[in-house]
Nanobody
Framework: QAQFVESGGDLVQSGGSLRLSCVASGFFLDYYAIGWFRQAPGKEREGVSCISASDGSTYYTESVKGRFTVSKDNAKNTVYLEMNSLRPEDTAVYYC?????????????????????WGKGTLVTVSS
């Protein structure tokens, strides 16, 4: 089945950095706008960032602006999320998904959206 495979999650101290990778399996990354999402313990899933297939434009949720950077390498069929200055509230399982209706992001995804090819996620734990 077509899906993402996430990796790179780890236990890190507050203020540290991680780079997550998300490899597209069974589909081409450059066909869709791609979102990063996270779900913290006891909380609902939230959108973290979006990167466009068409022009590479990016968007971030307010709480990660200036700390996280999303990028992609179409030749490797991989999208990345570089996370700096990590905080305990960043602790979550991080997921990738494709926006099946869009090539361009219009912002970070909310609760609505035609999202597919979800990965199983990778766990990021930030200690205080």
């Amino acid at each position: 089945q077509a899906q993402f495979v996430e990796s790179g999650g780890d236990l890190v101290q507050s203020g540290g950095s991680l780079r997550l990778s998300c490899v597209a399996s069974g589909f081409f990354l450059d066909y869709y706008a791609i979102g990063w999402f996270r779900q913290a313990p006891g909380k609902e899933r939230e959108g973290v960032s979006c990167i466009s297939a068409s022009d590479g434009s990016t968007y971030y949720t307010e709480s990660v602006k200036g700390r996280f950077t999303v990028s992609k390498d179409n030749a490797k069929n991989t999208v990345y999320l570089e996370m700096n200055s990590l905080r305990p509230e960043d602790t979550a399982v991080y997921y990738c998904a494709a926006d099946l209706m869009r090539r361009r992001c219009t912002g970070v995804h909310g609760r609505n959206g035609d999202l597919g090819y979800w990965g199983k996620g990778t766990l990021v734990t930030v200690s205080s």
